[in-house]
């Protein structure tokens, strides 16, 4: 069992997978710095705020005698669109790796014909050829 499992895990498509995983899960951190960190202040004149801390508040809470808001209701909208901005980055650069690899890719020839034999009318022809000589 532990052989059948070893040849299934070191086949190239696992490995592969295996790879783009790690290196998925590299270059959304990249992207999501560069959404936090360009993208997110850029939007965030336009609306004079932080476009992370972009929300909606629903209910207001009350303050508690520690000073924290309690029962307070909020739609983070802000965050909402920041992942939605990092998904969209990410789905598109994904898209254009896998473009320029297939691109790159050695296009199959197709197979060559394999030679016709006699057609229907060639058979019936010399078979009628045959009998009558007979």
Do not use: C, H
Request: charge should be negative.
């Amino acid at each position: 069992m532990f052989k059948e499992f070893k040849d299934f895990a070191m086949k190239g498509n696992l490995v592969d997978i295996a790879v783009g995983f790690v290196m998925g899960a590299a270059f959304k951190s990249v992207v999501t710095s560069f959404t936090g960190g360009i993208v997110s202040p850029l939007i965030g004149l336009i609306f004079n705020s932080n476009f992370k801390d972009l929300n909606w508040v629903v209910k207001d809470g009350v303050a508690n005698d520690a000073g924290e808001m309690v029962g307070e209701v909020v739609v983070l909208y802000g965050d909402f669109l920041t992942n939605l901005l990092d998904f969209i980055i990410v789905a598109f650069v994904m898209f254009m790796i896998i473009k320029g690899i297939n691109k790159t890719k050695k296009k199959e020839e197709p197979a060559p014909e394999a030679p016709k034999g006699p057609s229907q009318e060639d058979l019936l022809t010399e078979i009628r050829d045959l009998l009558s000589k007979k």
